[in-house]
């Protein structure tokens, strides 16, 4: 059965979602049941953008194949600019791994005065499960949780560089086609039981 965007319920029910999961990292949200999905990204992923994209931030998209910016542009009012400037970085299902490896090494990771003032990855994945050899721990997880994600040690260590730092960092959400997941910033994470 299809379902029709009801931007308004969809968009309240989703940002409780992901405040869900950013509170308890690793925890997968179900964002919305089967889906006619006319938008050139998962339809979780969508949401999470009309969700927490406005006309007063700034996004990138890497890899934009399917002429994603404009949709966003388009739905949202947001502002496409440069890595190093985007407060939102897409990331859209396939995208080559060097390229996202790059753009974690440019994209801000804010200040000691304004550590907010830093970028949120959403980035796509063919399906987020709790059965994996990540393992993520601190704030929110009682004592470990594992997460299953189409991402390589190579990744991983970057993201881990970029929240060494604390209060700075990236936090990341990943989706697929209608769940979510998130590891912010004060996650600390590992692949098969060894620190990256």
Not at 26 to 46: L, Q, R
Not at 101 to 116: N, R, S, Y
Not at 139 to 156: C, F, R, V, W
């Amino acid at each position: 059965m299809a379902v029709a965007l009801d931007i308004v319920h969809d968009t309240q029910e989703t940002y409780r979602k992901v405040l869900t999961s950013m509170s308890r990292p690793g925890t997968i949200s179900t964002v919305i049941g089967d889906m006619d999905n006319p938008f050139p990204c998962h339809y979780a992923t969508f949401l999470t953008i009309l969700t927490l994209l406005d006309r007063e931030v700034y996004f990138h998209v890497i890899s934009d194949g399917e002429n994603l910016s404009k949709v966003i542009t388009d739905y949202t009012l947001a502002q496409e600019t440069s890595i190093e400037n985007a407060d939102f970085i897409i990331v859209p299902n396939g995208t080559n791994e060097e390229a996202v490896i790059d753009a974690m090494q440019k994209c801000k990771v804010g200040t000691l005065e304004d550590p907010q003032n830093s970028s949120t990855w959403i980035i796509e994945q063919n399906m987020i499960s709790v059965t994996g050899t990540i393992t993520l721990t601190g704030p929110g997880i009682k004592h470990t949780t594992s997460l299953h994600l189409d991402i390589t040690a190579e990744l991983l260590e970057m993201r881990n560089r970029r929240v060494q730092e604390f209060p700075l960092g990236i936090d990341l959400i990943f989706t697929d086609p209608v769940s979510l997941a998130c590891i912010p910033r004060t996650t600390k994470v590992s692949l098969d039981g060894g620190v990256i």
